[in-house]
Every structure is written in structure tokens, then in C-alpha cells.
């Protein structure tokens, strides 16, 4: 049974950093993408960014591109989501995904992603 698991989420102050983690399970065969979307209860869910496993390409939503990066520890079959200079309109729950194939979607057509984690929490106060 696949599984990815986040974690590192938590409450800070605007200005501050998280790393999130989300670590993968279960599975025999390559992801070709994951995501991290992030969501606000009562608001649609937001891609954030993603990297495409096998070339290390990454894309992020504008909102985020100066602060948030992605990374991927192979060994590890972890993504990482390192977040800096955080703002309250950052707070939301953050969800990794994975998309176990290439397709015509843009990369934060979250429909597309075949696998999701519970969610971590993110909570930035000003």
C-alpha cells in the first residue's frame, strides 16, 4: 500500500522557516512527479510547487517561487518543501502528492495526482 506521510509542519512567526517533509512507502515502481498543494478550509486548494523526479525540474506558483524551494533525497524517498521569510497568508494545511505518470496537465492540476498525504499543518502568525 502506497503511503506518504508529511510532517514538519507547525506554527511560527512571519519572517520564520519550516522544512516540510513528506516521505514515500509502499511502493515498487518510480513516481514521475510530486507536488505539495496547500489548502485553506472554505478556499480552493492551491498547487505550491512540484519537481519531476527523473530530470530535478521544479515549478512554483508564483506566490512562493522566491521563498519555497523543493528538493528530493533519493535515498531517503523523501521530497522536501524548505519554506523561508513565511507570511501569515501562508497558512494553511500542505499536502504532498504524488503523479505516478506523465500527462497533459499543468503540474498543480492536483486531479492529476494519483496519491495524497494526511496533510500538515502550517500555521504563520504576524
Known amino acids: 500500500q502506497v503511503q506518504l506521510v508529511e510532517s514538519g509542519g507547525g506554527s511560527v512567526q512571519a519572517g520564520g522557516s519550516l522544512r516540510l517533509s513528506c516521505t514515500c512507502s509502499?511502493?515498487?515502481?518510480?513516481?514521475?512527479?510530486m507536488a505539495w498543494f496547500r489548502q485553506v478550509p472554505g478556499r480552493e486548494r492551491e498547487g505550491v510547487g512540484a519537481i519531476y523526479l527523473e530530470s530535478d525540474v521544479k515549478w512554483y506558483a508564483a506566490s512562493v517561487e522566491d521563498r519555497f524551494t523543493i528538493s528530493q533525497d533519493f535515498d531517503k524517498n523523501t521530497v522536501y518543501l524548505q519554506m523561508k521569510s513565511l507570511k501569515p497568508e501562508d497558512t494553511a494545511m500542505y499536502y504532498c502528492?504524488?503523479?505516478?505518470?506523465?500527462?497533459?496537465?499543468?503540474?498543480?492540476?492536483?486531479?492529476?495526482?494519483?496519491?495524497w498525504g494526511q496533510g500538515t499543518q502550517v500555521t504563520v502568525s504576524s
Open positions: 509502499g511502493y515498487t515502481f518510480s513516481f514521475y512527479s
Open positions: 502528492a504524488a503523479k505516478i505518470r506523465a500527462s497533459g496537465d499543468s503540474w498543480n492540476y492536483g486531479d492529476a495526482y494519483t496519491f
